[in-house]
């Protein structure tokens, strides 16, 4: 459980506030774990019997050793999008907008005009920052990528997302690896980026801001992990708007849970809690009802879990919480297996899906069953926020945690979250797959906000999915279809459905037609059909 200093922590307990010293924590028991001497030295203490770790213990990690190759960044092709920020599921890619008078008195402090050069190649003047501002008569800033060089793991997730070209991978030498340090000590050292430069337009720049950064790496999650970047995204939007003091987070047991408190690193700047595997949203109703009791019915609280834990296991407690109405928003990560326990299959699996429990051979070919759809029974329950989204879709992912956040009441929010292992993909595609599964109808997007109106067409909106109104989209360029079997050659998990020719098999076309009408009855719901 993760826990400010000095604060009390979301379960009410009758511990002193200074209990957990968090400076002595670093000093003593993260730093053992860094120099290897921790597992022989410490003593086990009333912390590690109550599970207590400090916020943000994972800044202390260092990854640097796991990945031969690292981000490099080209400044002259950046636009400033933020794609890059904002995808990275590990913190390790950050961004600042620094005036031109701060940044040039900050480099003419470099004594040796070699070193002040290679920094000043560090800045892009971007249309964005820099000649939107001079149009304007107003000062321009310089705008910088910067690699932690501790929090990368290689995933190049980064460089996949760039369509500008302005990041692509090198190998790590003795002569590089220098330049990171030092390059990411100045990014730390100079100032926040000040408020004119974040547009309230441009919602992927709230990762400019020091309040979005509520995730600060070194959690140890897959390279590449698709639900860390949901969580970070999900903090960046609910940190923006409400504080660091105004969030807590309930997480059913998981990968999620896993990762984030790998003893005794701790990636959340929030304090954070989590119960049983199939109790997540009993616990947040209990914790719900208690800050209500001290009028702090302005917090946000935010319930985690993945599919297992929130369409299988925990589906009647979470059913139990949206009835009752709770002001609880719920994120869960979507991976359509239960990735924490080996990958087995669960009800939100796909048809043909080779998974544990529902193995591809002689006598069964993947699994058999249906999809189980969270956002279709979310939305049967009454007043109800619900959205389902990717993080390849920035702006809807955004637009529905804000939403979420303002909705007075329950919000689920269903995201796809590529689980590279399981799935069967590369690191560095988590975007592109997230993406894939909206266009080929896998995994299409939506928001239903009961705001909206009285009827589901008038509160469901499939805005943000191509081609509303067919079958499956097709690309203007090529004509191919994105259909079902489409999606299912990228990925591993559907590798033994094609035949040696690449012909789909009887299961993958009943899944293809599964995928379909579940698209049709979204249209219809929608109005659209």
Excluded at 464 to 483: I, L, Q, R, S
Aim: hydrophobic content about 35%; aromatic content about 8%.
């Amino acid at each position: 459980m993760g826990v400010t200093a000095k604060e009390t922590t979301l379960i009410q307990t009758r511990m002193p506030l200074d209990v957990l010293d968090a400076d002595d924590f670093n000093k003593r028991v993260v730093m053992g774990y860094e120099d290897g001497t921790a597992e022989k030295g410490l003593e086990a203490d009333l912390n590690l019997a109550r599970s207590l770790i400090p916020a943000g213990t994972g800044l202390l990690r260092d990854f640097s050793y796991i990945a031969p190759e690292i981000p490099y960044y080209i400044s002259e092709n950046c636009t400033g999008c933020m794609d890059c920020v904002t995808e990275c599921p590990d913190t390790a890619i950050l961004a600042k907008a620094i005036p031109k008078s701060v940044l040039d008195a900050d480099l003419e402090k470099i004594s040796d005009p070699a070193e002040r050069e290679r920094q000043r190649r560090n800045w892009a003047q971007t249309t964005k920052y820099w000649k939107t501002y001079e149009k304007k008569n107003d000062e321009p800033a310089y705008f910088g990528i910067f690699i932690d060089p501790t929090k990368c793991k290689g995933c190049a997730e980064c460089v996949t997302v760039c369509d500008d070209l302005a990041l692509k991978m090198v190998s790590k030498t003795s002569d590089n690896m220098p330049n990171y340090t030092k390059d990411w000590d100045t990014f730390r050292t100079l100032p926040a980026t000040p408020k004119k430069y974040v547009s309230s337009k441009i919602l992927a720049d709230m990762m400019l801001t020091d309040p979005a950064l509520l995730y600060v790496g070194g959690a140890g999650s897959c390279a590449g992990c698709g639900e860390a970047t949901a969580i970070r995204m999900m903090l960046a939007a609910t940190g923006f708007v409400y504080g660091q003091e105004n969030i807590g987070i309930v997480a059913s047991t998981g990968c999620n849970t896993v990762y984030t408190s790998t003893y005794p690193y701790n990636p959340y700047m929030v304090p954070w809690t989590n119960s049983l595997f199939e109790n997540g949203p009993a616990d947040a109703m209990g914790i719900r009802l208690r800050w209500d009791q001290l009028g702090w019915k302005k917090k946000r609280l935010w319930l985690i879990g993945g599919d297992g834990a929130m369409n299988d296991i925990g589906f009647q407690s979470l059913s139990r919480m949206l009835a009752k109405g709770s002001d609880i928003k719920v994120l869960v990560l979507d991976t359509q297996v239960y990735s924490n326990t080996g990958g087995q299959a669960s009800t939100s699996s796909y048809m043909g899906q080779d998974s544990d429990f529902a193995r591809h051979g002689k006598t069964q070919t993947g699994k058999s069953e249906r999809r189980k759809e969270l956002a279709t029974l979310c939305i049967a329950h009454p007043d109800v926020y619900v959205a389902q989204t990717t993080c390849a879709h920035v702006n809807h992912f955004y637009k529905a945690i804000m939403e979420a956040n303002e909705y007075p009441g329950p919000a689920v929010i269903n995201v796809f979250t590529t689980c590279q292992p399981e799935h069967g993909v590369a690191d560095h595609m988590a975007g592109h797959q997230a993406k894939l599964a909206a266009d080929t109808r896998a995994f299409p997007i939506l928001i239903h906000d009961p705001r909206k109106g009285e009827k589901i067409s008038e509160r469901l909106s499939l805005m943000g999915n191509p081609a509303m109104k067919e079958d499956w989209y097709k690309d203007p360029k090529t004509g191919e279809v994105y259909d079902f079997i489409h999606f299912a050659r990228s990925e591993g998990r559907f590798s033994k459905q094609f035949d040696k020719d690449g012909n789909p098999s009887a299961v993958l076309k009943m899944a293809q037609e599964d995928r379909l009408k579940n698209w049709h009855m979204l249209q219809e719901l929608a109005g659209h059909r």
